[in-house]
Every structure is written in structure tokens, then in C-alpha cells.
């Protein structure tokens, strides 16, 4: 039985509702103790899906609202959980929320420029930036974001969204160094195709010819690395980026 004056640890997912983000819940919910705030921005339905599955592995977990883009909402909506769970830290961050928003630059409005990056990257200072001094007392914590093989090698059709993954890469390395002497590691995943609903559109029949392993990967398999970076096991990994690919460049 757990003391009740202990604290609650918890660990925050955003667009945890679907795909990848979803399969790091049921992940994290089936390898940690972690209490899971399962963030989603508009599709609740899915969210409370994500809650079913995590508590179908024992997990427990709960659904949070806000978009990560709304720098106000973020922090009103944060901000009156804490005051409701005085008793809780949230230890682990998984900046998972992203879009994107493709076509050739020439074409690109500015909006599609603009939407893609405030959720990638102001997504991730948003809700990083809130927690941080938190975490920085707690002297222990795991911040993990996700970003994309384009944010690395830059995709023609992507310049939005490998310039918003570029530098949420750039924001993993520089802030790891700050605050590696508190016990807190912030490393990216790169995922290369995944099938999520992000990708449904592509052909994969085509695209897996340029891909070594031939296939796209599933969300587990991303999951997987997320909940070895969120474990206690990865202390001594930060401000890496860890490619989850299929061989398509490393
Ligand atoms: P997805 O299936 O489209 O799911 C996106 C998730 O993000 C949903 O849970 C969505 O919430 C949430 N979200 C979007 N905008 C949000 C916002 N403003 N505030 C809060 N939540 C928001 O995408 P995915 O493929 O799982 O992608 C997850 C992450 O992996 C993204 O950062 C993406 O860039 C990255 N990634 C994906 C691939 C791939 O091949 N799939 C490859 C590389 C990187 P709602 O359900 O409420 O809409």
C-alpha cells in the first residue's frame, strides 16, 4: 500500500490520444509506476481510448485538455492540476505533439509555416518551460521529445516541419547541458515512417524501397525507446538523438 503522504509521480505525454504518442502511454503505463497525464487536444474519445488500453495493463492515468500551442491555456490548464494534486511531481515529459502541414516552399502560407512550428516547437517550450524549476528542486527528471528523421536530414515538401524538428534538436542539446548536473536528461527520438495517421496518406508500397528494413515502423517500436529514456536506466544518456528508422539514414 502506498503512504499517503508519498508523492505521486507522474509523467505527462502530450497528443498522447493517438498514434505514437498513444503507444508510449501503454508503454510507460507497462514498464514504470508512473501516474500518466494523457494530453490531447481535440479528440477526447481517443484520449479516453488511450486511458481504456493503459489501464487494461494496469496502468493508471488520466486525461488532460490543452493545446500546446496556447502558451496561456498551457499554463492555466497545468497550473490548476498542480493545485488540485499538491501531492504530485511530474517527473517525465514526452513533448509528442506535432503536425504537419506539407507542400513545396514556394507554395508554403504562412500559417503552414507558422502551425507547424508553434506545435513542435513552442509546443515544447510551452509545457517544458512550465515545469522546469519544479523539476530542477526535484533534482531528478526525464524530458524526451520527439522529432523526425527530417529534422535531421531536412525533407523537400517539409521545410516547416524539419525546420520545427531542427530545432527542437537544437533546444534538446543546449538545454541538457544546463541542467545535467541535476539529474535530469533531455534526449529526442527521430522517428523515420511510422504508420499513424500522420503517415496513412503516404504509399507505403512505394516508399518502403528506399527504406533498408523495407517497411514502415510501428509506434511501438518507438514507444519502446521512450520508456528506456524515461527509465532510470538512461542516466547517464542526454542531449542525444536517437534514430528510430528502419536504416533509412543515420
Ligand atoms: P498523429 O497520429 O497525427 O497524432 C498526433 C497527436 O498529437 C494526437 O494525439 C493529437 O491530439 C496531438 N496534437 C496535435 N496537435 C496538438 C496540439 N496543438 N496540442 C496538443 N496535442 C496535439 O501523429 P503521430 O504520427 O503519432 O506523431 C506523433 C509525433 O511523432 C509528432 O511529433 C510527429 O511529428 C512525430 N513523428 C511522426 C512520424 C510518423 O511517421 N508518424 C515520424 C517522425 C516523427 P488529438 O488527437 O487531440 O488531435
Redesign the pocket.
Known amino acids: 500500500m502506498a503512504d499517503s503522504k508519498e508523492i505521486k509521480k507522474c509523467a505527462l505525454i ?8 498513444r503507444a508510449v502511454c501503454i508503454q510507460l503505463a507497462t514498464d514504470h509506476d508512473y501516474h500518466l497525464l494523457i ?5 477526447k474519445d ?2 479516453l481510448e488511450t486511458l481504456k488500453f493503459v489501464e487494461e495493463v494496469g496502468g493508471s492515468a488520466e486525461i488532460i485538455q ?4 496556447d502558451a496561456e491555456g498551457v499554463k492555466a490548464t497545468l497550473s490548476k492540476w498542480e493545485d488540485d494534486n499538491a501531492d504530485a511531481i511530474v517527473e517525465v515529459i514526452v513533448n ?5 502541414k506539407d507542400g513545396l516552399f514556394m507554395w508554403m502560407k504562412p500559417e503552414d509555416w507558422s502551425d507547424v512550428i508553434n ?2 516547437l513552442n ?1 515544447f517550450f510551452n509545457v517544458t518551460n512550465h515545469f522546469i524549476q519544479k523539476l530542477l528542486v526535484n533534482k531528478y527528471g526525464r524530458i524526451i521529445n ?5 529534422g535531421l536530414k531536412g525533407t523537400p515538401g517539409q521545410t516547416n ?1 524539419s525546420a520545427a ?1 531542427g530545432a527542437v534538436i537544437a533546444a534538446t542539446k543546449a538545454l541538457a547541458q544546463e541542467i545535467a548536473k541535476r539529474n535530469i536528461t533531455v534526449n529526442a527520438v ?5 504508420k ?4 496513412r496518406e503516404l504509399n507505403e508500397k512505394e516508399l518502403k524501397r528506399m527504406i533498408p528494413a523495407n517497411r514502415f515502423g510501428e ?1 511501438e517500436e518507438v514507444a519502446h525507446v521512450v520508456s528506456f529514456l524515461a527509465s532510470k536506466k538512461s542516466s547517464y544518456i542526454t542531449g542525444e538523438t536517437i534514430n528510430i528508422n528502419g536504416g533509412i539514414y543515420s
Open positions: 502530450t497528443g498522447g490520444s493517438r498514434g505514437i504518442g494530453n490531447y487536444n481535440s479528440n481517443a484520449a490543452f493545446d500546446v500551442v509528442n505533439a506535432g503536425i504537419t506545435t513542435s509546443g520527439m522529432v523526425s528523421v527530417s516541419y524538428k527521430a522517428p523515420g515512417f511510422i499513424t495517421d500522420m503517415t509506434a
